[in-house]
Structures are given as structure tokens and as C-alpha cells.
């Protein structure tokens, strides 16, 4: 803005700053960069109505490009527009005009603008209730009609006759007419940013219903004959004969979709033999704005004949929408869902209606033969729709209940399901197991997916997403006719090196019953090694791979274990004298393995035996009983499968021992076999030729791979399909999809992975430990790679390109572009990298702990005594960080070190142990100066962070490829600890919860309790002594504002902004709750509109346009603006005082009654949660009291030592006691939603913050049978209320024994009256 800004004279004396602002405005739109603007919305906050400087009306005359156009309390809009409407060649389509005030007069050269030759606006929304029925009779006779598409309008009283002549003139071209006015954001996506925007007064109007008496007219005109094909009459009362009904059955209807509000005593039979393809029914209690007598009566009820009348052969009706009103209990019955399966509906949505007889009723819908599209807000049972017809499922739930069930549909390859769309999910598990569902189901049909906000998903996950349509796609397209069922499987020989695995694998293989000892000596397994073992009785085909045992070959075995469930494993133990310690880490080490490479939504889980191969005949531990102990203890049994024969006991070099592992495997063969999926012929035609003989097929160019494994298809989507299937399950490795054509490594595919593991990777990871480097100069390993690729440059750059996928090998030359082509000076085999890490010099010196800003998060594996992060996990994050910044790039023994600018990054793998084997977390630290030279460098926080995110997305995203099934839990690390870390100076913790804190929890406590909070860590005596470094204060270093980050302090701020505006404005809603008369301190309802709460509003709508700006060619961009830590909390400070005013307003509505009896009764089911009160009605609840405390903010807050009382409950107690426990719910709401700052602390706290994440409205509605109160409370009503207490219990206890017994309750004088408060006051 300032750059544009010369030639403004600055502000005089009286001289309005929001003129000056608009000039500024003005200015900018005439620059070169918005020309290219699309849509543009112009909403003036002012108090008064904005007059147009004649700077604006020339800008917007420049406008040529704008498509979409909203003004908001602009004056004069005609005249603004009239120059962009009537210029030729102007493209506005269109135009959103609200509260404008527009005169009679302007709306009617408005009309003559919008009816010209040259204005190309075909949609109009117009909110004015100033025009008035002269206004749109004139703009009726100027032909507004003639050129509108679209008109969305509240019509007043008398414009109903003009609306008609206009609609059934020969020369009307609108198509669409909505008689009802919402306001509509744009350029947001309003489903993604709901929550924020619904709670938003600036951001909305109210909704502006037509007049009752248009649309008879409207029936009328559609009688005699219209252009019109969709009407939109929701809101509005059919109770009263409109018409309608005939209308729709008329000859000369043209109308094929109705959206339309329906009322008590009107089931729908009106609808007739009507021609509509599309219906939107609503429940009349659904919106507010109605008046109170419209919104009471049944729900969604409605009579048989619109039922009856969608199964009727002639109806033509083929998308239906139902739409209820939240916590109404609008219902829909059994005889609604046989209505739908008798018709020809082809889209069906349901919304916040109940459903009877669920099983039943969703049976019946999804039976409907021609059915295609459903959205329903909850979950179904899932199974009732594997034998539909359902293309489209749209699900609006949050979390999945049956999740399970919902994975076994999406992974049965009958599921005819095309588009699954689940965009609230909200659980970061269910979606990776819905996605593994997928990727497991290689006949799956989805082509759209939506899983939760695109925009919070990470990009690893949006890449698995589009991975798995891209291959569903090439399925669709390779028209498979054949399928078979696999005959192969393979089973991985897991264990420590040396431990008898390949003289084991050898045996299992041999024919003979008997084969010399001293012959069965064998060289250490490099990387891997196949052998093929086949049950003659099934001619079932086992694939022995023997996984090579060296910590250094574990980088890379995760390309070959992808989807473990599908196969079988056998861990070997070595069983001999001294060594039950090293047997026990061994064996936890491989079940975690196991555990960890596994789906994230496996149909069964790995099936795991152990062999203990003795070395010792009498070893001094049973190896049984440990193994038992191990399984039983640690749970294994929840993530794997042992069956009940779980350990085999043998001598590996005796053959005739093995034949009890062989009979198991060959019968845990046949069933895993059975229970997979049946695949592609071609599939199956090319493993069993990669099986049979690839010795001779090395790398093969992609051009040339069809020829041999599928020589009589040539269709590229064929062989796209079998290679991804092959590299998936390990018998290739191809890289084609998810890279780009040019990319070296999507242009030759491996075949024989047994010579690419044992022969290429040896020469990089040598299994003699005397030959290990970590580090190879590049031109030595070229000759030697084109030794075994038959001399061919192409190959050589390929297969390093391929490793360094992988992870084996990073390039070490900070001058390499990145092409293999290029080739760099130096590899680094991060694998065998011994050295450890060291702190730069220069934070050895005092003070430069108080000199840093510095952050640490540790991104754990949460099942951590289950799972581990594998060998392969770090490697990839050390290739992957390399690719991100070269210079300043250290690496070690699981470690890397980054430095970008002054920014210093530390990334650590680590466990509970030291051993290589216990890897669980990784920690990645950051640290960079407070100043430099002197001046302070705020820039570097914000580059600070966005390196933070890098690094989550590469862990996160590595972790989603290689290991899906492993949930990460992202912590917080104590800032002391986190500085130990930096200097490399931590000691071993028994407790990691005296430093690490999971940040969602941080989160929690930043939003409820102030970023000025100081978190309190568990067991902290451990650490709390590395807080006080340097004479920082304990309490500075564990406040919230340190421990986040600034952009997720700005986050927290935003969001509890938001919860309490929607709680001032709940509360608005709900109405003013009274003082009685008698009282004379009255507090009044806080005003909630001043300017510290405009510039919060205002920031929040700069942060929409930020997430969704269309300006792609502009350079001056809202991005740049800015609102500080300290602007946000001023604001959320002044809102807090508001709420603080309505929490004081609502104590003293019962606290200024005369009486002596405690004022402030609230109820809780038998086990003292909170339930819906209408719920409990009839039955047993549990009475309490609050704390009656006048001063400070714990007023009015819940006493956590407090039983209660049991009551019987009968129907009429709510609605009679209701004034009094309004007040107290209002108190209860704003202590949940505030949290600790009034409420207390306890279970009951806890219970009510689950329960009302909705609406305070809803919520009193809920309990108070939705009624709307008006009346005050008495203090006849307290005391009657607690003499239900004292009937209870009769006269032989005192009244202050009552409430000290079973309400921790004490009575004290203060100010001359009498209260009750807990212990503490």
C-alpha cells in the first residue's frame, strides 16, 4: 500500500483516516497488477455507511477482468458501477450487493445498468431492505429479468404482482430465483473454515426472508408458464395454500428442482405428480430467524404420501436432500427408507435427522437399485453397502465408531464405491488405516478421495493419496478381465548375524532327511537372499528370504516388507550358555520390527514363528519361558499373531529337525493363502517368471520390461500396474509412479533383487566388518558398478540414483546440481557413519544460553513397547535433509546437524536404551541468535519455523512410506533439557516425562490457562535443576509462550478468540438474563462492540484471505500483513473482560436473592457425568450445588469433593425450576469453555467439557427441554428445590450437615447475608 500511496496528501485536523484509507485503496486498484483480479470483495467496517471517493469509482471502472464482485455498506453502488457495467468488454458475471442502502432511485438506474447491452452479470444477490416494493417494480419494468441468470432477493410486501409479470414475460431469461438472502463469504471455502466463520457477526448478515404474501405470485406465474428450472423457497411458511402444489403438477411448469421448507400438518403430498428432478426438503425448526411459533411442533416426520409418491413409476425425481435441525430430534422412520428403496432416486442426502430402526433403515435405503450418490452426516453399517449399487459416499463424521468395518468395505474388491468423501475426519490413524484399506484393494474403483482438510494434511499423505488413485486409475484403464488366486507367499528368516538363519533356510529346502554337518558352513547373508521352497502335496510356493542380520544391512529391508501381514516370518535365536540377556534384547528387537512394518489398517496381523536353535544341548535359561514372558508381558499379541504352537526348538544343521517348522509353515501357508485377494492374472504370470529364472534379467530399460515379463500385452497402463504391484510386494524395484518421466529413476526397472541386494549393495556395505567406509569416492564405484551392469553409463547413474532413493548412499559434493548424470565427488554410506555428535565451539562460552531462542519437539513412536523406528526410518531422514540444505549439512551416527543463515538444526535419532536396536524418537532441536551485532533479528523466529515444518513433514513423511502403520506423537521438550541436548551434556532419565510433554497437551493448556501459564512437567526434581542456567527463571522457561512456537501461540490466540466470540454471541442469542426487581447493583450486558475487537475481527478476515488468495499475479499480497503475539492479546484480553462481565452478571441473578438456601442447583446422571438432561427425565439423577464465592474469577465454580444427592427426576421438574438452573448452566457453559479460569477442577469439569462442544443455545435446549425463557427466578423456586433434598433425608438431619456431608458446602456471613462455598473460600 505504501508504495502506491504518493500524491495522498496526509490526514488534516477532523479530516476522516477510513477516507484517506479508501483513496489508498483506490490507488492500488489502478496499478498494473490488479488487472489480472478475478473476484474482489469490498466490505466497509466504518460505523457509517461508506461514501465512494471518485478515486474509486475510476478504479473500478478499470476492473475489466473481475468476474465476482461483493460491496458491503458501500453507498451509491449504482453509481460505482455504472462505468464497469456498461464498459464493453467487461467480464463481471457476478454481483453480491449488502446493505447498501440503496434508494429507490439508484436501484432503479442500477436495474437499467444490469438490463443493458454491455453488462454481462447473469447472478444478483441483493440484502436492502431500503428499495422497497416501488424499487423492484421499477427495476421489473427496466428488464433486470431479461438478462439475469440468477436472482437471489428477500421480496417485500406488494412486490409479489411485479415479480409475477416479470416471470411470465416472454422476454425473461432467469433461470434460478431464490426468494430468501444469506450473505455468502467469498473467496473461502466455507466448508473448510466453518467453526470460524459461523461465529463471525462481522463476516455475516442475517438471514432476509421474501414476504409470505410473493409466493403465491410465484405459483401463479409458474402456471401459466416461466423460464424458470429452480426455485428456492426454504424458510418460507407452506402451512397456508400457496399454490404450489398445482403448480408443480401444471403442463406449463418448467421447474426441475425445488429446495423448500416443510411444516407440521404438511407431509409433502402437495409434491403430486410433480416433474422436479431435484428436492430439498427442510425441517422448519432448522433456522432461528424464523419466529418462535414456526419453529415448534413435530420433526421431520412428514405423511406417507411423499413417500409413496417417490415409488411411483412416473416420478422423476432423482436427487433428494433431507436436511433436520441439530439436537431437534427431527426423525426419519423405516417407512421413509422403503419409500427410497421402491424409487429411482440416483442422489440421496440425509442431515442431523434421526434415524429409527437403523440396521433396518439403511438396509433399505441402500437397496435402492438406481441409487449412486450418498452423504449422510453419520456413520451406516458399512456392510449394507457392498452389494449396492453406491458409487458416491460422502460421510461427515469426525471419527469412525466402526472403523474396522468401514476398512473391510473399502478393502473388498466388490466395493463399487468411485468417490469416498470423509472431510471432517478428524483423526490423523483413521485416515492412514482408511488409506491402507486402500492401497491393500488392488481392484479398488475410488477416483476421488477425500480424507479430512486437505490443508492440515501433511504431503507425504497427499502424495500416498494421489499415488493410490493414480494406480486405481491405471487398474481402471488396464481392463483386467482375469483374476487368480496368489500361490506364492513369502516367508522372511529374521534374526541376529550368525544365529543359523541360512543353514536354516538351506534344510528347510532340502529333500534329503540327513546332510552333513561339516558341510553346512556358509558366509554371513549380504543384504538378502531368495530361495524357493515348494509343498509338493499343494504345489503352494514359499519364498524363503533370508534377511541379512548386520545392523548395517537393516538400512534398506523395508523395500521388502512392505504390507508384512501378507506374509510369514520365523525369527531365529541363538539358545546357548551366558547369553539369555542378548536372546532377550534380539528377540524384542525383531517383534517390534515386525510390528512396525505392518499396513496401517492390516487384515490380519503378521503371523510370526520363533525358532530357538540351540548351540548348547542344556543352556542355563529355558528359552520358553522367556519367550512367553516377552509375548505375555509387552502385549505382542495385540499387533502380531503367534497361533498356539509358538516356539520350535532345534538344532539348524540337523535337517530331520526342521520337519515340525516345515509342517506348520506349509499349513500357515495354505491359510494365508486362502484369505488373500485374488489378483491379475498378469500379476501372478509375472512374480512366477521373476521366480522361476531372473538370474539373466538384471536392470531392464522400462521401454523393454513388457517384452519380457508380459510379451502378448502391450497396453502401458498393463505394465505400469504389474510393476507397481511387483515393486509393492518386493520381487522389483520401480520407481515410476510418484516421479517424473525425466527422472533417472522412473526410466529402468530392477528385476532381479537378490543380485541388486547381495552383489550391488555389498560393494557400498561389505559384510566383512574390516572393509566397512562410510565414505567412497565416487569414480571408483562407477568402474565397479559397470562391471556388474555390462559397462552402461545409463545403468550406473540409474542404480545410484536408486540407492540414494533408498537411503543406502548420499552424495557428499556441496558443487553437485542433483543430476546422477554429473556424478558427485565423494558417497556417504550414512549407515556405517560411526562418529558422534559435538556442539559447535562457540556454545561452550558463558551466556550464550540467555543469547539463543531455541526450541525442541521429539517426534516419538507411540506404541513405542510395541513398535521402534527402524534402522531405514533415520537414514532416509539424513538423505532427505541433505536434499534441503548441502551447506553447513553434518552428519553421524544418528545424528544430523543443518545450519541455514544463523539458523543452527539438530536432528537426533534415540531411545530408552543406548543400543541401536531401541530406536523410538527423534528429536529435532533448533537454536539461532536473539541478536546480531546488536540488533535484534525477529525475522529469523518466522524462517526458524518454517524449517520446523520442513523437518515434521520429511519425518512424518518418511515414516507414512516406509512404515504407515507407525502413529507419531509429536512433544515438546523442556527448554533446559533442550539446551543440554545442544552442548551434548544429557545424562540417562529414568523419567521421560521430567522433559518431554506431548504438545497438543501444551496446546490445551496455552488455550485454557494463557500463554503466561507456566507448565508444570512430571517428576521434575529429575531436570529442574537445567532451568536455572544462566539465572533464568524457572518459571520464564516453562511458560507456554516459550515452549510453542510463534505461529502456534498466534494459533492458540485465534482460536480461543473465536470460542469466546461465539460465546458473546451465543449468550446475545439465548437473551439478556435479568436481575430480578428487588435487586438495585444491576449489571448490564457488556457491549462487545469496540475498536479492540474490530481489529481482531479484521485480522481474522486478513487470515482467510491469506489461506485463499486468488491474486496470482500480485505482488503486494495480504501475506505481508501482520498482527503481533502482543496486538492478539491485548484483543483477547478485552474479550475475556466481556466474558468475565456476562460469568459476574449471571452469579448475581441468583446471589441477590433473599433467602438462605444455596442458589445454585445443576443436575448429572447416577454416575455424576454429564448427560442430556431430557435424557434422564423419569429416572435417577445427582444433584449438586456450585460454590457460591462472590469475588475473584473463581465465582460460581463446581466443588470437585462434591457426591451429591440422588433425586428422582419426573417430567415437569425442568420446566418448572427451569429460570433457576438457566442461570446456572449459562455459569457452567462459560466455566467449560474458559476452562480453569472459572470452573475449578474435578471430573465433573472434565465431563462437561466433552459434552457441550456445540452451541450455548443448543446446550440449554438440550436441558431445558427447548424452551425459551423469560421469566425470572424466585426464591421460592431455590428453597423448593432444596426441600427435595430435605425430604430425602427427613428431619433428622440438620441443613448444614446436608450440604457439608453430600455437597462440601459451608455456610459464612458475608456482607450480612448468608452463603454456602467450598473448603477453599
Avoid at 78 to 106: D, H, P, Y
Avoid at 164 to 174: D, G, H, M, V, Y
Wanted: net charge neutral; charged share 25%.
Amino acid at each position: 500500500m505504501q508504495r502506491v500511496a504518493e500524491g495522498i496528501a496526509p490526514p488534516q485536523q477532523g479530516q476522516d483516516i477510513w477516507q484517506i484509507e479508501v483513496q489508498r485503496f483506490a490507488k492500488l486498484l489502478m496499478i498494473e497488477e490488479f488487472k489480472v483480479l478475478k473476484g474482489l470483495a469490498f466490505y466497509w467496517e466504518g460505523k457509517d455507511i461508506l461514501t465512494p471517493p471518485q478515486e474509486l469509482e475510476m478504479a473500478f471502472a478499470q476492473l475489466d477482468c473481475l468476474t465476482e464482485l461483493w460491496l458491503r455498506n458501500v453507498g451509491n453502488p449504482e453509481t460505482l458501477l455504472s462505468q464497469l457495467l456498461r464498459k464493453a468488454g467487461n467480464n463481471l458475471k457476478r454481483l453480491e450487493l449488502l446493505a447498501n442502502r440503496m434508494t429507490v432511485e439508484g436501484f432503479g438506474k442500477l436495474s437499467r445498468d444490469l438490463a443493458s447491452q454491455e453488462c454481462k452479470v447473469e447472478e444478483l444477490s441483493i440484502i436492502d431492505t431500503d428499495i422497497g416494493k416501488e424499487g423492484w417494480e421499477q427495476a421489473f419494468q427496466n428488464g433486470i429479468c431479461n438478462k439475469l441468470v440468477e436472482l437471489r432477493a428477500s421480496f417485500p410486501e406488494g412486490a409479489g404482482e411485479a415479480l409475477f409479470k416479470a416471470l411470465t414475460s416472454p422476454n425473461c431469461s432467469l433461470q434460478r430465483l431464490y426468494l430468501f438472502v444469506g450473505a455468502n463469504l467469498p473467496l473461502i471455502r466455507l466448508s473448510r473454515f466453518k467453526a470460524l466463520t459461523n461465529s463471525l457477526d462481522s463476516l455475516r448478515l442475517n438471514l432476509l426472508i421474501s414476504d409470505p404474501g410473493v409466493l403465491p405470485w410465484v405459483c401463479k406465474a409458474l402456471q401459466e408458464g416461466t423460464s424458470l428450472s429452480v426455485l428456492g423457497c426454504q424458510y418460507m411458511d407452506l402451512s397456508n395454500a400457496t399454490g404450489l402444489g398445482e403448480a408443480l403438477s401444471s403442463a406449463k411448469c418448467g421447474l426441475e428442482e425445488l429446495s423448500v421448507t416443510l411444516y407440521p400438518g404438511d407431509g409433502g403430498g402437495w409434491l403430486g405428480n410433480c416433474k422436479l428432478i431435484k428436492l430439498h426438503l427442510y425441517s422448519h425448526r432448522r433456522h432461528r430467524q424464523l419466529p418462535l411459533t414456526l419453529r415448534k411442533g413435530g420433526g421431520v416426520v412428514w405423511d406417507s404420501s411423499l413417500w409413496s409418491a417417490l415409488s411411483s413409476p412416473h416420478c422423476k425425481l432423482r436427487h433428494l436432500g433431507i436436511c433436520g435441525s441439530t439436537g431437534q430430534d427431527d426423525e426419519l422412520t423405516l417407512e421413509f427408507a422403503e419409500g427410497i428403496e421402491k424409487s429411482q432416486l440416483e442422489h440421496l442426502r440425509i442431515s442431523e435427522c434421526k434415524i429409527t430402526n437403523g440396521e433396518l433403515f439403511w438396509k433399505a435405503i441402500t437397496s435402492c437399485k438406481s441409487l449412486k450418490a450418498l452423504s449422510c452426516e453419520s456413520e451406516l453399517p458399512w456392510r449394507c453397502l457392498l452389494g449396492s449399487s453406491i458409487e458416491d459416499l460422502k460421510i461427515s463424521e469426525r471419527k469412525f465408531e466402526n472403523l474396522e468395518e468401514l476398512c473391510q468395505l473399502l478393502g473388498d474388491p466388490k466395493c463399487k464405491v468411485r468417490r469416498f468423501r470423509a472431510r471432517f475426519l478428524d483423526s490423523d490413524a483413521q485416515k492412514r488405516q482408511i488409506l491402507a484399506a486402500l492401497e491393500e484393494n488392488y481392484q479398488s474403483l475410488v477416483e476421488v478421495l477425500e480424507l479430512g482438510d486437505d490443508s492440515e494434511a501433511s504431503e507425504a499423505f497427499k502424495q500416498r493419496c494421489s499415488g493410490l488413485l493414480e494406480r486405481n486409475a491405471i487398474f481402471q484403464q488396464s481392463a483386467f478381465k482375469d483374476f487368480d488366486n496368489p500361490s506364492t507367499a513369502k516367508l522372511f528368516l529374521c534374526g541376529a548375524s550368525r544365529v543359523g538363519k541360512t543353514t536354516i533356510k538351506k534344510n528347510l529346502c532340502r529333500r534329503v532327511s540327513w546332510f552333513p554337518s561339516c558341510l553346512q558352513r556358509h558366509a554371513s547373508t549380504a543384504g538378502i537372499e531368495l530361495q524357493p521352497l515348494v509343498f509338493a502335496t499343494t504345489k503352494q510356493k514359499l519364498l524363503i528370504c533370508d534377511l541379512a542380520g548386520q545392523e548395517e544391512f537393516h538400512a534398506f529391508h523395508q523395500y521388502f516388507l512392505r504390507g508384512s501381514e501378507k506374509d510369514l516370518f520365523l525369527i531365529v535365536c541363538k539358545v546357548e550358555d551366558d547369553n539369555c540377556d542378548v536372546f532377550k534384547q534380539n528377540l524384542v528387537y525383531w517383534l517390534r520390527f515386525i510390528a512396525s512394518h505392518q499396513s496401517a489398517s492390516p487384515k490380519r496381523k503378521p503371523r510370526v514363528l520363533i525358532a530357538l536353535n540351540f548351540f548348547t544341548p542344556e543352556p542355563d535359561f529355558d528359552p520358553k519361558e522367556v519367550v512367553s514372558a516377552i509375548i505375555s508381558d509387552k502385549g505382542y499379541g495385540q499387533v502380531l499373531e503367534f497361533g498356539t504352537d509358538l516356539c520350535f526348538e532345534v538344532v539348524a544343521t540337523q535337517v530331520k529337525a526342521l520337519r515340525e517348522i516345515k509342517t506348520m509353515l506349509g499349513s500357515c501357508l495354505d491359510e494365508l493363502l486362502s484369505n488373500q485377494q485374488q489378483i491379475p492374472q498378469e500379476c501372478l504370470e509375472a512374480k512366477r517368471k521373476l521366480v522361476q529364472g531372473a538370474s539373466h534379467k538384471k536392470v531392464i530399460p522400462l521401454d523393454k520390461v513388457g517384452e519380457i515379463l508380459l510379451p502378448h500385452r502391450s497396453s502401458e497402463n498393463v505394465l505400469k500396474f504389474v510393476l507397481q504391484f511387483l515393486h509393492d510386494s518386493g520381487d522389483a524395484i520401480y520407481f515410476g509412479l510418484g516421479h517424473e518421466e525425466d527422472d533417472i529413476v522412473s526410466q529402468f526397472v530392477i528385476l532381479d533383487v537378490q543380485w541388486f541386494m547381495r552383489d550391488v549393495v555389498q560393494l557400498f556395505i561389505h559384510t566383512e566388518t574390516s572393509k566397512l567406509k562410510s565414505k567412497m569416492e565416487t569414480h571408483k564405484v562407477k568402474h565397479q558398478l559397470k562391471q556388474q551392469c555390462g559397462k552402461q553409463d545409463k545403468i550406473v547413474e540409474y542404480i545410484l540414483g536408486v540407492l540414494h532413493e533408498m537411503g543406502v548412499i548420499l552424495p557428499w559434493d556441496e558443487t553437485w546440481d542433483g543430476n546422477w548424470h554429473n556424478l558427485p565427488k565423494e558417497l556417504i554410506m550414512p549407515t556405517l557413519l560411526q562418529e558422534d555428535y559435538s556442539p559447535p565451539g562457540y556454545l561452550l562460552s558463558i551466556n550464550t544460553q540467555k543469547n539463543h531462542n531455541y526450541w525442541g519437539r521429539r517426534f516419538e513412536c507411540k506404541d513405542k513397547d510395541l513398535k521402534l523406528f527402524p534402522a531405514s526410518i533415520f537414514t532416509k531422514i539424513q538423505v532427505k535433509l541433505h536434499k534441503l540444505s548441502k551447506k553447513g549439512f553434518r552428519l553421524g551416527n544418528g545424528w544430523v546437524a543443518l545450519k541455514k543463515n544463523l539458523i543452527e538444526i539438530i536432528v537426533r535419532v534415540g531411545g530408552d536404551t543406548d543400543n541401536w536396536k531401541d530406536r523410538q524418537w527423534v528429536d529435532v532441536i533448533i537454536y539461532y541468535p536473539k541478536e546480531v551485532e546488536n540488533t535484534p533479528r525477529p525475522d529469523l523466529e518466522k524462517e526458524a519455523e518454517g524449517w520446523m515444518e520442513k523437518i515434521r513433514n520429511c519425518i512424518i513423511g518418511v515414516c507414512m512410506e516406509d512404515c504407515p502403520s507407525l502413529e507419531i506423537e509429536e512433544n515438546v521438550m523442556r527448554r533446559g533439557y533442550v539446551w543440554r541436548r545442544i552442548l551434548n551434556k544429557v545424562d540417562k532419565l529414568e523419567l521421560w516425562a521430567s522433559v518431554v510433554c506431548p504438545l497438543k497437551q501444551v496446546k490445551y493448556e496455552a488455550r485454557e490457562r494463557g500463554l503466561e501459564y507456566s507448565h508444570t512437567w512430571n517428576y521434575s526434581h529429575e531436570a529442574e535443576s537445567w532451568d536455572v542456567n544462566n539465572d533464568l527463571k524457572v518459571s520464564d522457561e516453562n511458560a507456554l509462550a516459550k515452549l510453542l512456537m510463534l505461529k502456534e501461540q498466534k494459533h492458540e490466540l485465534v482460536n480461543k478468540f473465536v470460542e469466546l466470540h461465539e460465546l458473546l454471541k451465543d449468550y446475545e442469542e439465548v437473551g439478556e438474563v435479568t436481575i430480578p426487581k428487588a435487586s438495585l447493583d444491576v449489571v448490564e450486558f457488556p457491549n462487545i462492540e469496540d475498536p479492540k475487537l474490530d481489529a481482531i475481527l479484521k485480522y481474522i478476515k486478513k487470515m482467510f484471505d491469506k489461506m485463499e488468495n486468488r491474486f496470482d499475479k500480485l505482488d503486494t499480497k495480504l501475506n505481508d500483513i501482520e498482527v503481533s503475539v502482543n496486538e492478539l492479546k491485548n484483543g483477547l484480553k478485552s474479550i475475556m473482560d466481556k466474558v468475565n462481565a456476562i460469568h459476574t452478571t449471571c452469579f448475581q441473578v441468583l446471589l441477590k436473592l433473599e433467602t438462605d438456601y444455596p442458589k445454585y442447583p445443576y443436575i448429572l446422571d447416577e454416575n455424576n457425568m454429564w448427560k442430556n438432561y431430557s435424557k434422564i427425565l423419569g429416572t435417577h439423577g445427582r444433584l449438586h450445588y456450585l460454590c457460591e464465592w462472590p469475588e475473584g474469577t473463581s465465582k460460581g465454580h463446581q466443588v470437585k469433593s462434591s457426591i451429591g444427592v440422588e433425586l428422582d427426576l419426573p417430567p415437569n421438574w425442568l420446566k418448572k425450576f427451569a429460570p433457576v438452573l438457566k442461570n446456572t448452566l449459562i455459569l457452567l457453559f462459560i466455566g467449560a469453555k474458559v476452562g480453569g479460569h472459572f470452573a475449578g477442577v474435578g471430573e465433573i469439569v472434565n465431563a462437561i467439557v466433552d459434552e457441550i462442544k456445540g452451541r450455548l443455545i443448543s446446550f440449554l435446549d438440550s436441558c431445558l427441554l427447548k424452551s425459551k425463557i423469560t421469566t425470572n427466578p424466585k426464591a421460592e423456586d431455590v428453597q423448593e428445590i432444596f426441600k427435595l433434598v430435605t425430604t430425602k433425608f427427613g428431619k433428622q438431619e440438620k441443613q448444614e450437615t446436608i450440604m457439608e456431608k453430600h455437597f462440601a458446602l459451608h455456610p459464612i456471613i458475608l456482607e450480612g447475608k448468608q452463603i454456602w462455598v467450598c473448603k477453599d473460600h
